[in-house]
């Protein structure tokens, strides 16, 4: 366990950074806990982490924009989660950017099916920097403060090994009906 969290301290900001490139929260929640334990510096967590989403979603939106033809092939099996990023986009407008970081699913489809579309690029830019910024601050923060509890269920999942596949069965049992439900035609 020491030669793990050793790792994390010399390596734990690379790999939170390439975590937070694709979204990142989980990652993000790890390096709260860790910053709550002193294995890692909250700050620099938050900046490596804000950093990565900003320019993860950058690259997306680019993709969307100049690459459409490859995007539209890759997204020819993602045609209902498209369409509801859409849809959302219409029914929530800006927010939308806001609203994706913190839902799995579609995270990395709101910044390729904006990118498709005519939205203004400065527009996403900003909206995204302060979106970024946001889920940072609420997710990193929240996680170090939530220290202590988090810590504790690890506690109890270590003594019950069984719960942790229960609790992810779940967890993506949940996320699976949320997105069938939501894409049904």
Not at 57 to 83: S, W
Not at 111 to 127: E, Q, R, S, V
């Amino acid at each position: 366990m020491q030669s793990m969290l050793e790792n994390l301290e010399t390596y734990g900001y690379i790999v939170l950074f390439l975590y937070s490139f694709g979204g990142g929260f989980v990652a993000l929640m790890g390096a709260g806990v860790l910053s709550y334990t002193g294995h890692m510096d909250l700050t620099t967590s938050l900046m490596v982490a804000f950093t990565a989403n900003f320019l993860g979603d950058m690259m997306l939106f680019y993709m969307g924009r100049y690459h459409k033809k490859e995007v539209i092939t890759y997204m020819h099996k993602h045609k209902r989660k498209l369409a509801l990023s859409h849809l959302l986009m219409k029914k929530r407008g800006s927010w939308v950017i806001f609203l994706q970081k913190y839902v799995y699913g579609i995270k990395t489809l709101i910044p390729l099916a904006i990118g498709i579309t005519k939205y203004d690029l400065k527009k996403f830019a900003i909206l995204n920097l302060f979106a970024s910024a946001l889920w940072a601050l609420v997710v990193g923060i929240g996680s170090f403060m939530a220290g202590e509890a988090i810590k504790s269920g690890y506690e109890v999942v270590a003594q019950r090994p069984w719960i942790a596949p229960l609790i992810l069965f779940s967890v993506v049992a949940l996320i699976w009906w949320y997105l069938s439900f939501k894409t049904k035609k």
